[in-house]
């Protein structure tokens, strides 16, 4: 039995895989096409530049809860792309498709992808750059 955990553990240690970044997409049709987004800010900044503003100077949004993640961060409300766009942008910056579900009734449906991308041993290395945060002052 030993030998047989040892050789388990030996074959998951060479299926290891490499890190990466993720994202998670939703997309909801109602009331036209709802673009969510789930991950780390500074890769959403990097992928979407026109969000970065938004990302720093909105506190107090539900989406916003976390210093370095939002969750289900509006993204059509801040660019005007759809979801083949936003998915587009995506596979062009390195990423693909590791996983999806859909599901809902009626009026409330949605779709959600997971996506990564492997990091680059260069970028593995390399720590994520520290933003200082400025708030106005009362």
């Known amino acids: 039995m030993v030998r047989e955990l040892e050789r388990w553990q030996a074959e998951r240690e060479a299926e ?59 993204l059509n409300g801040y660019c005007r792309l759809n979801s083949v766009q936003v998915l587009e942008r995506l596979f062009q910056k390195g990423f693909s498709f590791k996983a999806s579900c859909g599901g809902g009734v009626d009026s409330s449906q949605f779709s959600e992808y997971v996506l990564c991308r492997e990091l680059q041993h260069s970028q593995a290395i390399t720590s994520t750059p520290i933003r200082i945060k400025q708030e106005p002052l009362d």
């Open 16 to 74: 290891r895989v490499s890190p990466c970044e993720c994202l998670v997409v939703r997309v909801t049709p109602d009331l036209g096409e709802r673009i969510a987004l789930s991950g780390e800010k500074v890769l959403i900044e990097e992928i979407f530049p026109e969000t970065g503003d938004v990302m720093c100077n909105s506190v107090n949004a539900g989406w916003n809860q976390d210093p370095t993640h939002v969750i289900r961060f509006p």
